[in-house]
């Protein structure tokens, strides 16, 4: 059996060594026309952690007194992200493939028959199942003007060697809110403009408005419930509102669009939702073909994409596999960091609060006090936690076992019971149990 997989960024590298697992004899190729390891590896997860973790620990010295604060190193900085990136060298994620048994094809794939993949200046692959790992990219939005200048993408401000004296943000989601935050705190003069009426508009209020509460204190304009209406060299932005915003440089940022054009798809039989490809629990899209990671629209996160990946080799490999979705967790990586999982809306749910200050670990932390919370969300019909929001210091650490309490459906009387280790973070989790168990029946 041949099995192509289109795409080898995170997801598609992940189901290699997933479905060798599970099968050593399986032929396996690889078709990736950039680098393998994608977009996470190269231009965002990776990258951008590296960049953020170097301003959180500079601005953690203002807040403990036994220090000297200072602005990090530019050069440093750039260094760090090079070599966790390895310099943009995929030798490693190669070495991978290698040592799996999966071989490489470099090039873009177009399926140009059903069991037959085309690579541009290379090989004809005859498959007997196709695994579709194409990903996504930077969306650009139609504004007037843009392509007069030469804006950057996430991709670019990931491998920015400069620091802009001002820089324009489109876009308040998760990507254009650490950006702000780390070109802000490494000097730049940050203008952030979302069309949307407040900061991290698919996480919990409560998280957003204190993340904008923290970049309004550290100086970054944020232009909220407004549109970008023309862009013009120099640069200059017209908004919505009629405000102009000036800028050396301009980030869009304004979500992703699933790479699934001109690949050949449609003569496959697929079907396609709103989202991206429709797939089943088992992550089939259609005869012999499975769909993995952002083109199934899913929930745009690399730790989605390789469960769908798990998910897909274990399909293939005849087991009886169904993916769930209940507990999808995820990070944003602003200072203080926000973490999100599960259901935390609804009117039938009950939700109680716990301020980080209250728990022993924050005053052992930092000096003074950074605002946090834990907030915990309940089915009171089934007594059991359905969703959380975290906000503060390595939230996405410490969220794990609100994920497995999630995922588990475990009780919050279990959940209560359950011993937290003391100072720590998590403590809150305890006293934000007893308040939400006063809620249900």
């Known amino acids: 059996m041949h099995v192509v997989v289109l795409g080898g960024g995170s997801t598609g590298e992940h189901f290699v060594g997933a479905l060798r697992r599970l099968d050593r004899e399986v032929e396996i190729t690889l078709v990736e026309t950039r680098l393998v390891g994608g977009e996470c590896t190269y231009y965002a997860c990776i990258p951008t952690k590296t960049m953020l973790r170097s301003v959180e620990l500079a601005a953690a010295l203002e807040r403990a007194p036994s220090f000297t604060p200072r602005r990090p190193d530019e050069a440093g900085v750039w260094e760090w992200r090079d070599w966790a990136t390895d310099d943009w060298d995929d030798a490693a994620q190669v070495s991978f493939l290698e040592e799996n048994g999966a071989t490489l094809v470099r090039g873009y794939g177009r399926i140009v028959r059903p069991g037959l993949v085309e690579v541009e200046d290379g090989p004809e692959l005859a498959y007997d199942r196709l695994v579709v790992a194409t990903g996504s990219a930077p969306a650009i939005p139609p504004v007037e003007g843009l392509d007069s200048v030469d804006y950057w993408t996430n991709e670019d401000a990931a491998r920015a060697h400069l620091v802009p004296g001002r820089l324009a943000i489109m876009g308040g989601g998760p990507v254009g809110a650490e950006f702000a935050q780390f070109f802000a705190r490494m000097g730049s003069r940050v203008t952030l403009v979302e069309h949307g009426p407040r900061l991290l508009g698919r996480v919990h209020e409560d998280a957003a408005e204190l993340v904008a509460e923290v970049f309004r204190e550290e100086g970054i304009d944020l232009r909220l419930g407004v549109d970008v209406v023309r862009v013009e ?181 279990v959940l209560l019971d359950t011993i937290q280790p003391f100072p720590t973070f998590s403590e809150a989790i305890f006293w934000c149990l007893r308040d939400l168990r006063d809620l249900l029946p």
Do not use: C
């Not at 969703?387 to 459906?409: H, M």
């Open 233 to 413: 060299p120099g640069v200059r932005l017209t908004l919505s509102d009629g405000a102009a915003v000036e800028a050396d440089t301009l980030l869009v940022a304004t979500g992703r669009r699933l790479h699934v054009d001109g690949l050949g798809l449609e003569d496959l039989g697929l079907a396609f939702g709103p989202k991206g490809i429709t797939v089943d629990r088992r992550m089939r899209a259609g005869e012999n073909v499975w769909a993995i990671g952002d083109v199934t629209g899913v929930s745009l996160f690399t730790h989605v994409g390789k469960y769908q990946a798990r998910i897909a080799a274990a399909d293939m490999a005849g087991r009886t596999v169904e993916a769930d979705y209940r507990a999808i967790p995820a990070g944003i990586f602003t200072d203080p960091a926000v973490a999100t999982v599960g259901r935390t809306d609804g009117g039938e749910l009950v939700s109680a609060r716990w301020d980080l200050g209250k728990v022993s670990r924050t005053a052992t932390y930092e000096k003074p006090k950074r605002p946090g919370f834990v907030r915990l969300f309940a089915d009171p019909a089934e007594g059991v936690l359905v969703g959380a929001v975290a906000v503060g210091p390595e939230a996405a650490e410490w969220l794990g076992q609100l994920t497995l309490a999630v995922r588990a459906a475990v009780p919050v009387d």
